[in-house]
């Protein structure tokens, strides 16, 4: 059986400004998506200037925090926002929803895609072997803030939280890191470095995520105030996950049936 370790949530002081594991986890999400895109565009020449690339992974990061507090509040927070509202700022509590996010980066990216004059999922095609970087710097700031904790469990990898209670439960953030961040990258990453028809990379962006996000559903704890949503076992991740998974599946269907 394992202990958590307390992270102090701020990593370092300087004067009256604290600099929390939270925030330094962002940097490094979105700046392993700048040097990523950068590495993507030296595959194909000319159809992406570093102007571009800094503009989209801004643009990007915009849409991915904004969405993200907003999805959040209005998919499992919503009585702590009417309770609090100022709590929808205080970003560095903690308190994202990836599929809020998800929202947030495709609406951002579609006005992006039409500044630009390219096609919206050439766009996302592109930035979408990216994501999962991101998504596994957040697992582990979910972490190292000890949040999101699995469900009680016996296996002998069990890890009690001490600010939760007792028993010891899956590191499930733990596991979100280990297939978000680096299972899902190294396929969408190998998938993308050959040329695949349009479509076809946001596909399985939204088929492998969803469908490990499903899964690992299972381990989580469900989240506070909403338990199960439906059925007596299904989340509101797993409910969310679902249109991901069809609308991956759709896309993967229609990049090779489409003949452009």
Do not use: C
């Not at 503009?55 to 999805?71: N, Q």
Request: without cysteine; glycine residues 14%.
């Amino acid at each position: 059986m394992l202990t958590y370790p307390q992270f102090d949530p701020v990593a370092f002081s300087l004067g009256p400004l604290s600099v929390h594991w939270y925030g330094i986890m962002y940097i490094i999400a979105f700046g392993g998506a700048w040097f990523l895109a950068k590495l993507r565009a030296r595959r194909s020449p000319g159809l992406w200037t570093d102007e571009q690339i800094a503009d989209l992974v801004f643009y990007g990061a915009l849409g991915a925090v904004v969405g993200g507090r907003l999805g959040s509040a209005l998919f499992y927070n919503f009585d702590k926002v009417l309770a609090d509202p100022l709590w929808i700022l205080r970003v560095w509590e903690g308190g994202m929803s990836f599929h809020g996010g998800f929202l947030g980066v495709m609406g951002a990216l579609y006005w992006y895609a039409g500044k630009l004059n390219k096609r919206y999922f050439e766009v996302l095609d592109f930035i979408a072997p990216l994501a999962p970087f991101g998504l596994g710097a957040g697992r582990l700031g979910n972490f190292i803030g000890g949040e999101l904790w699995g469900r009680p469990t016996e296996v002998p990898w069990g890890m009690v939280f001490p600010h939760v209670d007792n028993l010891p439960r899956h590191a499930s953030q733990l596991y979100q890191f280990a297939l978000e961040g680096v299972v899902l990258f190294s396929i969408m990453w190998w998938f993308s470095s050959r040329p695949r028809p349009l479509y076809a990379v946001s596909g399985l962006f939204g088929i492998g995520y969803g469908a490990q996000r499903f899964f690992v559903e299972f381990f989580r704890q469900p989240d506070e105030g909403l338990g199960f949503v439906a059925l007596d076992w299904l989340t509101m991740g797993q409910l969310l996950s679902l249109p991901m998974i069809a609308a991956g599946i759709f896309l993967v269907v229609k990049a090779y049936l489409t003949v452009e």
